[in-house]
């Protein structure tokens, strides 16, 4: 079945220590997403890559970058984790184009938690 | 400043019952509109949709209303289901390939 896959599902990680969340996919869309999801909040979008091309909300620190190497791989890379990074991390893709609704097809999830 | 809200975090119903969740947005560009369900460990998974130029869309048990001039959007299952005890998320489209999502409503069916 094609699908989203994320890796770890669950990341224990120290105070400042840097960490990589992977995520891959065999749906072979063009665009890539990830997300930050804190308790009984709205998923915030940190960026995404059409293609090859990334893109960065505005509000999305420093602290956050993105890797793309090819089209069925995406990393989240945290330099240096704080307390208030502690959330669930969700992966996403969609075909692209700006037609239609744009269905984004979500992994499980990373669920970060820092000590 | 949230563009999209649900005001309403958690519903309770009996099975059988309509389940009515709401969702307000505050700018008229939007052109789409988008139902996730989520289960817990799992990721949202797209439900239902609706375009800026329609004020119904009707998918099974699914209903999805648009109120333009109000700028309201919600969604009606009928009848529910226990199997629909899940976190409900709106989303909304605005040009280019980005979602903003709400804040999610948490459905519990009672069998």
């Known amino acids: 079945d094609a699908m989203v896959i994320q890796n770890p599902r669950y990341q224990v990680t120290q105070f400042g220590k840097p960490v990589t969340l992977s995520c891959s996919q065999t749906?072979?869309?063009?665009?890539m997403y990830w997300y930050q999801q804190k308790s009984s909040q709205a998923p915030k979008l940190l960026f995404h890559?059409?293609?090859?091309?990334?893109?960065n909300e505005a509000d999305t620190p420093d602290n956050f970058q993105s890797r793309r190497p090819n089209t069925s791989f995406c990393f989240l890379d945290i330099r240096s984790p704080g307390l208030g990074d502690a959330a669930m991390y969700l992966c996403?893709?969609?075909?692209?184009?700006?037609?239609?609704?744009?269905?984004?097809?979500f992994g499980p999830g990373t669920r970060l938690t820092v000590l | 400043d949230q563009q999209v809200k649900q005001n309403s975090p958690s519903l309770s119903v009996q099975e059988g019952r309509i389940s009515i969740l709401n969702c307000d947005y505050t700018?008229?560009?939007?052109?789409?509109f988008l139902w996730y369900k989520k289960y817990p460990a799992e990721g949202p998974t797209f439900l239902i949709s609706?375009?800026?130029?329609?004020d119904k869309n009707e998918d099974g048990r699914f209903t999805v209303f648009l109120n333009k001039s109000a700028k309201h959007l919600s969604l009606h299952i009928v009848p529910s289901q226990p199997g629909d005890s899940a976190v409900y998320f709106c989303?909304?489209?605005?040009?280019?390939?980005?979602?903003?999502f709400g804040g999610g409503t948490r459905v519990l069916v009672k069998p």
């Open positions: 996403a893709t969609s075909r692209g184009g700006d037609r239609g609704h744009n269905e984004q097809f």
């Open positions: 749906l072979n869309h063009n665009v």
């Open positions: 890559y059409y293609d090859k091309d990334f893109n």
């Open positions: 700018n008229s560009m939007f052109d789409y």
């Open positions: 609706i375009s800026s130029i329609k």
């Open positions: 989303a909304v489209k605005a040009a280019g390939n980005k979602l903003t």
